[in-house]
């Protein structure tokens, strides 16, 4: 029998924001795909990400894989017990006292200290203190995202959050046969397997461009054309359609699978009134989905 999600779980949220970041629609994503997990069977995730879709798929065993190896290092520091809740609180509690009182020079101290040391810890300072989801690092490699002007953003209730998060993802990969890796996505396809599932989210064609994170529409067809050879199921993530333009590059490159799509809205900037209609896309290997309505 397939294995079908339960419906409208509740979704936990991690701790790292990223472009990109899918935590608004992993009820559908979940909810559309059909995968029978067998004990030898691997959930693969090449973009991993903030890693919010394999937190709350929860899979016995996975690959959870991102070319960005602070997000790597950070999940795989979870992991290995190096990091925890309480630390993280503590950590959190203290940076975050020192930013309310030095302010912006703070921010950009504690940055320069990460671009040498690469520490887990000022890796999520950095990444919730800053413009949230914004994660962009300069040709050198460098995280470069200025301050977003807010000292006081480390509030308690905003720090017992950030570390119940940690805790929620440590509890998710207790007991788990699951492996963080550097790699990029080639690499990590290899290791698919007929039992095997992949969840594709790679970054949109020539947005986010940084060190990290570089995607072009060779890239993109490149994916297409393996993603299509895999021996197993598989679903990618992709913008369908806005207000003003379809995605072309479905129509050449995935017209052939079966294309489910959701419609979400975002805000613009930060105003809570200015929403605009986003059509999404989960394109999956037939076979491997609930029917299309
Ligand atoms: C759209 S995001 C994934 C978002 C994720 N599904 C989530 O919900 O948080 C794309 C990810 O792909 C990673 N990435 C970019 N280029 C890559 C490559 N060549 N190989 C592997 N990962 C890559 C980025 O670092 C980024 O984390």
Not at 148 to 155: A, D, G, T, V
């Given at each position: 029998m397939p294995s079908a999600l339960p419906q409208r779980p509740h979704i936990g949220v991690p701790p790292i924001k990223c472009q990109g970041i899918k935590t608004k629609l992993v009820p559908f994503i979940l909810s559309q795909i059909v995968w029978?997990?067998?004990?030898?069977a691997t959930w693969i995730e090449?973009?991993?990400?903030?890693?919010v879709v394999a937190f709350n798929r929860m899979p016995h065993r996975a690959v959870l894989a991102d070319a960005n190896p602070h997000i790597i290092g950070f999940y795989q520091a979870i992991q290995q017990g190096k990091i925890d809740r309480a630390e993280v609180q503590k950590f959190l509690a203290e940076e975050g006292e020192t930013l309310r009182q030095q302010g912006a020079e703070y921010y950009y101290t504690l940055r320069d200290r990460f671009n040498q040391t690469a520490s887990p810890l000022d890796f999520l300072f950095l990444n919730r203190a800053c413009f949230n989801g914004l994660m962009r690092f300069n040709s050198k490699g460098k995280f470069n995202v200025p301050f977003?002007?807010?000292?006081?953003?480390?509030?308690q209730s905003y720090i017992t959050k950030i570390s119940n998060q940690v805790g929620w993802v440590a509890q998710r990969m207790t007991g788990k046969d699951w492996k963080f890796r550097v790699a990029d996505w080639q690499e990590t396809l290899q290791?698919?397997?007929?039992?095997d599932y992949v969840y594709l989210d790679p970054?949109?064609?020539?947005?986010?461009?940084d060190y990290h994170n570089r995607w072009n529409l060779e890239d993109a067809e490149k994916l297409a054309a393996i993603a299509q050879q895999l021996p197993c199921g598989f679903a990618v993530s992709m913008w369908l359609e806005n207000r003003h333009r379809q995605n072309e590059h479905i129509q050449q490159c995935w017209s052939n699978l079966d294309i489910h799509p959701h419609q979400h809205f975002y805000h613009v900037g930060?105003?809570?009134?200015l929403r605009s209609a986003m059509t999404e896309a989960l394109i999956i290997k037939p076979g491997y989905s609930h029917a299309l309505e």
């Open positions: 029978q997990q067998t004990s030898d090449p973009f991993l990400g903030s890693g977003c002007h807010k000292p006081q953003r480390f509030s290791q698919a397997k007929p039992n970054p949109y064609i020539g947005r986010h461009a930060s105003h809570e009134k």
